[in-house]
C-alpha cells in the first residue's frame, strides 16, 4: 500500500466495534499505509474535515489490547444519510475533495445496513467519475439483521449480556416468598429482527428455568392472548419471565411502542425509536390481572457491556476489520466482508467479500421455522446457531477496580 487509510464508525454502536477498528489500523500499518485517519462521527465528521491521525491514539500493543476491550464508538458515531448521488453531487465532490487531499487510498466504514448504504454510494460514485479510491464495509451491529453473513460482531456479546442478565433477573424474582406473584416483562433491542431477543433463552439450563415466554417481531404480537398466556402461567407458578423485542407489533402494523406512548423521534434513515413496550405491558397486566410487575430495558446496557463480551465475538470483530482493508488494498471496492460459519462444533468461521448493493439496506430476520408455532419461544435450531457466537471471554484491563477503556474526548456542540 502506498497511500493512506482512512476508516468511519457509523450506526448504533457495539461492545466489540472498536475490535473491528484495532484490526483496521493492525492491518493498515502491517500492509504499509503511511498514515491511518479516523473519521469523527463517520461520514459526517468527514463532511466538516473533523478526523485524527490515528497513531497519536494508538500507540502500542497494550493501546491495542485495551481498544479491543472498549465499548462504543472510539471516534464517534453518526447516522447520516447520504443523498442519491443524482440528488446533489456538491456533497460528493466535496468527500471525494477531502480523501484527494489526505491521499486516501482505502476508505473503510464499520457499521450495519444503513452504513453500508454509504458504501454503496460512495463506490457507486468513485466508479462513475474513475476516482481511484476503495470503499469496503466492515460489519456491525448488534441486531444481526444484515444479510450475506452469518452474523455480524457485536451480535454474539449482546447475545451474551442479554442471556447472563436475563438469568440474574430470574434469580432475582425467584429469590422471593412463592406466594408472591410477579410478572417482569424485559424488553430487548433489535428492531425488526428478532436476533437479540431470542438470545434471552440462553438463561435457561441446569441451573436457570429461563424465561416463559419470547415475542420476536417477526410474528405478529396479539395483546389478548398474551395476557390469557401470562394467566395461564401465573395459575401455576408465582414469578413469570417475559422476553420481548422493542420491535413487536400488533397486526396492523403499530409497534406496541406506539400504542403504549412511546417516542416521536425518527432517525435520518426513517427508523422510529422503540421503547416503552415493556412499560406499557406490565402496566396492562398490572391493571387487568393484579400483580405486581416489572418492566427492564436492557437499553443501551446490551450494546456497551464490554465487561462481558464473548471472546469468539472480539476477535471475529477484529478478524473481519484487517480483511476489509487487505481487500481494499487487493483492489475490490463497493464490498463488504462477510463472516462465514465454516463449522458449528467445533466452531470455525472465515471472512469473504460480498457485493454491498446486495447487502445494503435490506433486513435479515429469523427465519419462521426457527420460532415455535404459537410465536412465544425459539426453537433449538435458534439455539445452536447463537450458541457458539457467546463463547469465551476477554478479561478488561483493570485500573483501580474499574475497566480501563481508550479514551478520545468527544466533540461538543
Ligand atoms: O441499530 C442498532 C440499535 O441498537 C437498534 O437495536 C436500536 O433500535 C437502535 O440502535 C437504537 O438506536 P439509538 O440508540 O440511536 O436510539
Known amino acids: 500500500m502506498h497511500g493512506n487509510v482512512i476508516v468511519g464508525q457509523s450506526g448504533g454502536p457495539t461492545a466489540v466495534i472498536n475490535s473491528s477498528l484495532a484490526g483496521v489500523f493492525r492491518t493498515a500499518i502491517d500492509r504499509g499505509a503511511k498514515k491511518v485517519y479516523g473519521m469523527r462521527n463517520g461520514i459526517q465528521g468527514l463532511l466538516d474535515e473533523k478526523y485524527v491521525d490515528l497513531s497519536n491514539y494508538i500507540k502500542n500493543e497494550l493501546d491495542i489490547e485495551i481498544l479491543k476491550r472498549t465499548p462504543s464508538a472510539f471516534l464517534g458515531t453518526c447516522r447520516y444519510k447520504l443523498p442519491a448521488i443524482h440528488e446533489d453531487q456538491e456533497i460528493y465532490k466535496r468527500i471525494f475533495e477531502i480523501l484527494d487531499k489526505l491521499k486516501i487510498e482505502c476508505f473503510i466504514y464499520i457499521g450495519g445496513n444503513d452504513s453500508m448504504d454509504t458504501i454503496k454510494k460512495l463506490s457507486d460514485y468513485a466508479m462513475l467519475t474513475g476516482a481511484s479510491q476503495k470503499f469496503v464495509g466492515v460489519p456491525k451491529t448488534i441486531d444481526n439483521d444484515l444479510a450475506l453473513t452469518d452474523h455480524t460482531p457485536g451480535y454474539g456479546s449482546a447475545a451474551k449480556y442479554i442471556a447472563t442478565s436475563t438469568k440474574e433477573i430470574i434469580r432475582d424474582g ?25 438470545a434471552a433463552a440462553l438463561a435457561k439450563g441446569e441451573d436457570c428455568e429461563g424465561v416463559d415466554l419470547i ?77 405486581k410487575t416489572r418492566a427492564v430495558e436492557f437499553s443501551t446496557l446490551q450494546r456497551s457491556a464490554s465487561h ?39 466452531y470455525q468461521s472465515a471472512t469473504g467479500v460480498y457485493d454491498v448493493h446486495r447487502i445494503a439496506n435490506d433486513e435479515k430476520l429469523v427465519p419462521r421455522e426457527w420460532i415455535n408455532k404459537e410465536g412465544t419461544y425459539v426453537t433449538e435450531d435458534f439455539i445452536d446457531y447463537v450458541s457458539p457466537l457467546i463463547q469465551g471471554d476477554y478479561p478488561c484491563v483493570m485500573v483501580n477496580g474499574l475497566p480501563r477503556h481508550l479514551y478520545l474526548k468527544h466533540d461538543d456542540k
Not at 175 to 195: D, L
Request: aromatic share 8%; proline share 2%; with cysteine.
Open 308 to 346: 462481558l463480551a464473548s471472546r469468539t465475538d472480539i476477535n471475529e470483530a477484529f478478524m473481519v476489520g484487517g480483511a476489509a482493508v487487505k481487500a481494499a488494498d487487493e483492489g475490490d471496492s463497493g464490498m463488504m466482508v462477510v463472516i462465514d460459519r465454516v463449522s458449528n462444533d467445533p
Open 215 to 291: 415475542y420476536l417481531p417477526e410474528v405478529p404480537f396479539d395483546i389478548d392472548k398474551f395476557l390469557e398466556k401470562v394467566k395461564h402461567l401465573l395459575a401455576k407458578k408465582s414469578t413469570v419471565f417475559v422476553a420481548i423485542s422493542e420491535g413487536i407489533k400488533l397486526k396492523d402494523g403499530t409497534y406496541v411502542s406506539e400504542a403504549g406512548g412511546g417516542s416521536d423521534y425518527v432517525d435520518a434513515f426513517g427508523h422510529k425509536q422503540l421503547t416503552g413496550s415493556a412499560t406499557y405491558l406490565a402496566n396492562l397486566v398490572a391493571h387487568t390481572i393484579g400483580c
Open 174 to 198: 425467584n429469590g422471593f416468598s412463592y406466594k408472591k406473584e410477579q410478572v417482569t416483562i424485559i424488553e430487548i433491542m433489535g428492531r425488526n429482527a428478532g436476533w437479540l431477543t431470542g
